[in-house]
């Protein structure tokens, strides 16, 4: 199947769109860009003259590492056109920074029955910057958690709401002569042999 051909009309309003867009075309088992808007090439802070073009349409600087992810959403909707179905990709920017984009894509079938796929992309790279430092943040207040529990003097103990132990520190091991926490993991006092009037000590923790 040869490439969709636009009118010169169709081609120049798609290209001169500000919004971030793209459409593709499956040619034999691959997928070609057709045209990349200027919005697209403003996103990335790069002229449409320095985006190469290769064999499969004009370069739109994705990750190889994340072109088979590109290619799996551009064959599912092309599967199912009512689907939504984002996905967020890596691509190199100006000066050769990577940014990370939501690229969905919305099938359409020109009047000569090819189908395209149109897709949108928008610039998530300050949701990924913000996600990577919640999970920075989360790993040192682990770590400090973690520290505190290992070296506080204190037998400190958590259950889940089973009164299942899911935690203990070092002290609280120590104590009651543990090797480690893998022995009282999901287990209950009275697994442990603990607690005769069973009713009584559960009723007080549940409180």
């Known amino acids: 199947m040869k490439s969709y051909e636009f009118s010169e009309t169709e081609r120049k309003l798609l290209e001169e769109l500000p919004v971030a867009m793209c459409v593709f075309q499956r040619v ?27 064999e499969s349409g004009m370069d739109l600087m994705v990750y190889e590492e994340d072109m088979a992810t590109l290619e799996n959403m551009l064959s599912y909707v092309e599967l199912h056109p009512d689907a939504v179905y984002p996905v967020r990709l890596r691509v190199r920017g100006a000066d050769n920074r990577c940014m990370h ?17 149109y897709v949108s992309c928008v610039d998530v790279s300050a949701e990924e910057d913000m996600h990577r430092a919640q999970s920075r943040a989360r790993e040192r207040s682990d770590l400090l958690l973690e520290k505190v529990l290992s070296t506080t003097e204190a037998a400190i103990f958590w259950k889940d709401a089973d009164r299942r132990f899911i935690g203990a520190n070092r002290a609280f091991l120590d104590y009651y002569g543990f090797p480690s926490v ?10 442990l042999g603990w607690n005769i009037e069973v009713d009584k000590f559960r009723d007080d923790e549940k409180k």
């Open 101 to 117: 984009l939501r690229f969905t894509g919305k099938p359409r079938e020109p009047q000569n029955g090819v189908r395209l796929v």
């Open 28 to 54: 034999g088992w691959k997928y070609h860009v057709l045209l990349v808007s200027d919005g697209y090439c403003q996103l990335l802070k790069l002229p449409r003259k320095s985006m190469r073009v290769t």
């Open 182 to 191: 893998q022995s009282i993991l999901g287990k209950t006092d009275e697994d």
